[in-house]
């Protein structure tokens, strides 16, 4: 978020670097049920991210103290691998993922009945396999499908998109460079259903107008993220149904 | 396939809505400003105005009365601790085993690692759970095999009335025993119990398919001829 770069970010006819418009997504490829071991799975690509998510449980919850009589508690690991980023990335948790998993476990909490399941845990598993700005919000998109995946209650599916400022005009998707030399990065995560923000976060400043511009290109960007989410998961369980159809 | 229609096959996932005023909400769906919303993924089912979903996948929950097979993981002096493949293991007392059990004496009767048929004696609102083997036909499980399948494709081994086991069961010259959790005992021949094994893991792979029954019967016939001499 330094904002100080030569690079045009956003040239004279409002094109950005990648030839996308201030209102476009970059391509999105959602797939349910890539993992045959966890009992849930997803693998989400936006732009040059790629994320896959892995749900396990409800199970039993491990380390004790962490047990709640009264509902299951989301225990969400984030990780980015060594080769996601140009260079090397120290392995291990660190303090910008330790914050990314506990944001992403409480988003999640908001939509699954968690009542359901008292004294268990639902483990979810995020690694991020590439990146290129807005993981936090590809791995919320991939664990929230994941999730439902694996057979969870949950109210909603919750996609998630983050929205910046770059060159002193309002983007949505913000990719690697247009983070880096942009002054604000704002990632959102929402409940469709009834629009309830369950992430919202801001890097660098905007004015007020701005940021209601910007929440209003994400919430639309996050419906649109949604019906890929929905979409991926019931392309993998029709096509279980046409496979077998097709045997007779 | 004709959509929209009672009863029609539909795949739905959490947030879909179900149905807005009318029907009630079964397992599965959830109400928001009075309209019903699937909570899980699964096929939309209809029945006598309920509304709800039919679960694909998920974890078995207990509830009593099921008959479960059970996995034993732990001792304790008057209890053993049992695996019954869901969230929440369950406690078998000593007073809810078939034989005399002396205080501390709970090893000489099941071992870690038996596997034993049991019943869901009750399930409390913490899902504390208590299973028993006081019950007709309840007992230690000795030899044969076990195949694990996700629980909600149970009913479809079983069949309308037990009509697929049956069938399995009286050409395979195997002795079945299905645990609502998914598990599933199989003791006979070799080569028909590694028939019965294949037959069961096809019946999960292809639940969702009509005329089932009789591709097990010819895929079980194909194997090892069609009827007992």
Not at chain 1, 86 to 102: L, M, Q
Not at chain 1, 196 to 211: A, W
Not at chain 2, 124 to 148: A, C, F, H, P, Y
């Amino acid at each position: 978020m330094s904002g100080q770069s030569d690079l045009e970010l956003v040239n004279k006819k409002g094109i950005r670097l990648d030839g996308r418009k201030a209102g476009e997504l970059r391509d999105i490829k959602i797939e349910a049920g890539v993992l045959k071991n966890a009992d849930g799975s997803a693998y989400v690509e936006i732009g040059k991210n790629k994320v896959r998510a892995a749900v396990y449980g409800p199970r039993e919850c491990h380390p004790r103290h962490l047990q709640d009589p009264t509902k299951a508690i989301i225990q969400c690991k984030y990780n980015m691998m060594a080769f996601s980023v140009s260079d090397r990335k120290r392995p291990g948790p660190d303090r910008r993922s330790v914050e990314i998993s506990k944001i992403i476990a409480e988003a999640l909490e908001s939509v699954v009945l968690t009542e359901l399941y008292p004294r268990a845990s639902i483990d979810v598993y995020i690694e991020i396999l590439q990146a290129n700005a807005g993981t936090r919000c590809a791995g919320l998109t991939a664990a929230s499908v994941a999730l439902a995946d694996a057979g969870i209650p949950m109210r909603d599916i919750i996609p998630a998109v983050a929205v910046g400022k770059a060159d002193g005009k309002v983007l949505l998707d913000l990719n690697k460079e247009e983070d880096n030399f942009g002054q604000a990065d704002v990632p959102i995560a929402l409940i469709p259903k009834t629009d309830e923000i369950v992430l919202l976060q801001m890097d660098g400043n905007m004015t007020r107008d701005e940021f209601d511009n910007a929440i209003e290109m994400g919430v639309a960007a996050c419906h649109e993220i949604y019906e890929k989410q929905k979409d991926a998961l019931r392309r993998r369980y029709s096509a279980a149904l046409k496979e077998v159809e097709a045997d007779e | 396939m004709e959509r929209k229609q009672v009863g029609a096959r539909e795949v739905v996932v959490p947030g879909d809505l179900l149905d807005d005023g009318g029907m009630r909400p079964g397992n599965g769906a959830y109400v928001l400003d009075g309209r019903i919303y699937a909570s899980r993924l699964g096929v939309r089912n209809v029945s006598s105005g309920t509304v709800g979903v039919i679960p694909l996948r998920g974890r078995y929950m207990p509830a009593p009365g099921d008959m479960v097979l059970g996995m034993i993981v732990d001792i304790g002096p008057s209890n053993w601790l049992v695996d019954i493949n869901s969230p929440y293991p369950a406690p078998l007392h000593v007073n809810e085993v078939p034989w005399k059990v002396e205080f501390g004496d709970t090893s000489r009767f099941l071992k870690i690692g038996d596997m034993i048929m049991a019943k869901i004696l009750m399930v409390d609102e913490s899902m504390k759970v208590q299973v028993t083997m006081n019950d007709s036909g309840l007992r230690k499980l000795e030899g044969g095999r076990i195949v694990e399948i996700s629980h909600s494709k149970v009913s479809r081994v079983i069949g309308k009335s037990g009509s697929m086991i049956q069938m399995v069961k009286n050409m395979t010259d195997c002795r079945i025993f299905v645990g609502q959790n998914g598990r599933i005992w199989v003791d006979g021949e070799a080569n028909e119990a590694g028939v019965t094994v294949e037959a069961i893991k096809m019946i999960e792979r292809e639940a969702q398919t009509s005329n089932l029954t009789e591709r097990v019967r010819e895929f079980i016939g194909s194997k090892i001829g069609p009827a007992e001499e």
